[in-house]
């Protein structure tokens, strides 16, 4: 990396710069002693540069990562509103010569805004610019963010971070899948009888009800991480890992990608907690929560099941699910198989489709087969074969941050992909606003409104 590179981080008073983005650096900065980065903050706030620099020590303590600091050179932090032209330049400026990351930290409208208001001329050679989700509110939306960005810069040099894509995991999926022949045939609709793909959380709010509220579990996790996870699972082999290769195989799956059956409906539902206790904490009901307006209809769980119209996938359900303050926390891919086409008479038992499943965390997979032998040999049950991923040795959002300052856009997400992920959802979004699915409920600690018997839900067992 060129040691001339300044990180300039707006929004650097805020939680995601203090929680995951100055951890992440430090670690990264542990772990590659040959790795240096100027560090500028910028932001409305009226920091001074001691409390900024207090604020970095602080997170890379979080991280463990007190001795990467000598590889920090400090910029001065900038008050400034980035949402204007002055503001920006005023930011810029402060970066000095060499190459330049901006990474806005900020609310998506914030963002928008401050990107509208940067003049091309302003920004040196080789810049990068790397934004947070959601990119845009709707489809129109971040078509005009992204007609923005490209009048500023090259695709390649935008950022759209989605960190679940720095996730070792989701890259164990290609792994797994491409280099062992036992998986790879049966990748298709031939074999497999459904896909689902579960972010399910113990936690509550944890206080970001600012954003929350007017987001909710579609926006904040299907629209964005988990239909990026499916055009992973769901992609043709790439020719390569690279950067063209593989977006391109991302996002010819979610140009296919659609509700199922059309029928938003039938195929969408959504719910948000009540009162109750998980993990030894007693939360209340969402509307109770501070800064929660009852009146938007905020899910705090959602579940939708969408098809890909592709040879490879023609009739296969993908059902994509995620919620808050839920008793069954679980990170997952799980493939169910169909059945054999016959199985000789004699045995005794059920011989239901294998499940392969893909854990996010701890990052684990595993295999739920049928087998006989034991008592009684003629007798099938089940068995589960376990193989651990291994632990990375980095936070996803250091390889984030990693990828970003080496200028390796491999695993953000792509202009095109960003406006196919709300085009997807939309049909949802629309019948949940008119009010044709209904919010149901659920207790904190719960696995979901009991009356939901299919999609995600269900893919629970091996």
């Keep these: 990396m060129n040691e001339r590179t300044t990180l300039v981080i707006i ?20 772990d590659d002693p040959h790795r240096r980065v100027r560090l500028v903050g910028a932001g409305s706030s009226g920091l001074d540069d001691e409390h900024w620099r ?63 208001a940067i003049e091309s001329s302003d920004l040196p050679d080789d810049t990068v610019l790397a934004l947070e989700k959601p990119f845009g509110t709707d489809e129109g939306s971040a078509e005009h963010l992204n007609a923005v960005l490209h009048e500023l810069l090259p695709e390649e040099s935008v950022f759209r971070v989605d960190h679940f894509l720095g996730r070792s995991t989701v890259l164990n999926v290609i792994g797994v899948r ?10 298709s609709a ?26 909710g579990a579609m926006v904040d996790m299907i629209q964005s991480h988990l239909l990026q996870v499916l055009a992973i699972v769901a992609m043709e082999p790439p020719a390569s890992l690279d950067e063209a290769d593989l977006r391109d195989a991302t996002s010819a799956v979610l140009r296919a990608t659609r509700v199922r059956d059309g029928d938003p409906v039938a195929n969408s539902h959504r719910a948000r907690y009540t009162a109750g206790d998980v993990d030894g904490r007693t939360l209340p009901s969402y509307v109770d929560e501070e800064g929660v307006d009852p009146a938007r209809q905020t899910e705090t769980l959602a579940e939708i099941t ?62 739920g087969i049928n087998v006989n032998g034991g008592d009684d040999p003629f007798a099938l049950h089940r068995a589960t074969l376990d193989a651990d991923l291994g632990l990375g040795t980095q936070r996803a959002y250091a390889e984030v941050i990693a990828s970003i300052l080496d200028h390796e856009p491999a695993l ?10 709300w085009r997807i959802v939309e049909p949802v979004r629309q019948a949940w606003a008119a009010g044709k699915v209904p919010l149901d409920e659920y207790a904190v600690g719960s696995s979901g409104p009991s009356s939901w018997r299919d999609g995600a839900s269900t893919e629970k067992t091996a």
């Design 412 to 421: 953000s997400v792509r202009g095109d992909a960003a406006e196919q992920c």
């Design 178 to 187: 491409t280099a062992n022949r036992l998986f790879e045939p049966v990748w």
């Design 190 to 215: 031939s074999d497999v009888e459904s896909v689902a793909i579960r972010f399910d959380e113990s936690l509550g709010l944890e206080g970001r009800a600012g954003y929350y509220d007017h987001a």
């Design 306 to 367: 969408f098809e890909v119209q592709t040879a490879r996938w023609a009739g296969v359900p993908f059902t994509l699910r995620s919620g808050k303050a839920l008793g069954d926390a679980a990170m997952e891919v799980v493939l169910r198989l169909r059945p054999v086409r016959h199985l000789p008479g004699g045995f005794t038992g059920e011989a239901p489709g294998s499940v392969l499943r893909f854990s996010l965390g701890p990052d684990r997979l595993s295999i």
């Design 54 to 116: 207090t604020r970095v020590h602080q997170a890379f303590a979080t991280a463990g990562a007190e001795a990467a600091l000598e590889r920090v050179d400090f910029g001065d932090y900038v008050t400034a509103d980035a949402t204007t032209a002055e503001g920006m330049r005023q930011i810029v400026g402060a970066a000095g010569s060499g190459r330049l990351v901006l990474y806005f930290a900020v609310p998506p409208a914030v963002a928008a805004s401050a990107c509208a």
């Design 11 to 30: 929004g650097a008073s805020g939680d995601l710069t203090s929680r995951l983005l100055l951890p992440a650096l430090g670690q990264l900065l542990l």
